[in-house]
């Protein structure tokens, strides 16, 4: 098998996966967890997706779709990019949870706790922080110490985490 995705520790969790016997998609749900660790400026469990699956065997396709959704009440917020960009009214319903657990449900092999295993160990254990987080960190920083659990998370002492220290996210394992 290959595995290419946006993080090296991403890839390791897939191929973790298909070194323990998995599928293609048991390596991709991995790897959307465990990415959603450690690249978080990214990916995450309050996004969304899509995934296409194609079955050799059969030669069918099938699209997984778990973009986002907006509230049914939407339309009655009164909604306005400009001025409800950073409020509640902007927030969608996330769907990477659901998306890829039905994939999984669907076309995997694996136990999901056993593909979980890299994205928790992850989030529990921490993770080096690489060079485009840490200048991300720094970027934001303001934004960054505005709210408290954001700030214990990717600071120290109110200064920015740098590259090569760890992330730990123990409530997101």
């Known amino acids: 098998g290959m595995v290419a995705t946006a993080h090296p520790l991403a890839t390791e969790a897939a191929l973790e996966m298909l070194k323990s016997g998995g599928n293609a998609i048991d390596a ?9 660790v450690v690249e978080p400026d990214g990916s995450g469990l309050g996004g969304g997706g899509g995934m296409v699956v194609f079955i050799k065997e ?14 049914e009440n939407a339309l009655s917020l009164d909604f306005r990019s400009k001025r409800d960009a950073r409020t509640a009214k902007a927030i969608g319903v996330p769907g990477t949870v659901g998306g890829l657990t039905l ?19 992850y989030a529990e254990n921490g993770f080096e922080i ?22 214990a998370t990717f600071t120290d002492d109110g200064f920015p985490k740098m590259e090569g220290d ?5 409530e997101l394992a």
């Open 103 to 121: 994939a999984h449900k669907k076309f995997g092999s694996l136990p999901l706790s056993k593909i979980m295993e890299p994205a928790i160990r």
């Open 28 to 36: 991709a749900v991995a790897a959307a967890f465990t990415i959603g």
């Open 58 to 71: 059969t030669g069918e396709s099938y699209f997984i779709n778990y973009y986002g959704r907006s509230s």
């Open 130 to 151: 690489d060079g485009t987080l840490a200048g991300l960190i720094l970027d934001n920083i303001e934004t960054v110490s505005i709210d408290p659990a954001t700030a």
């Open 166 to 170: 760890i992330i730990v996210q123990k």
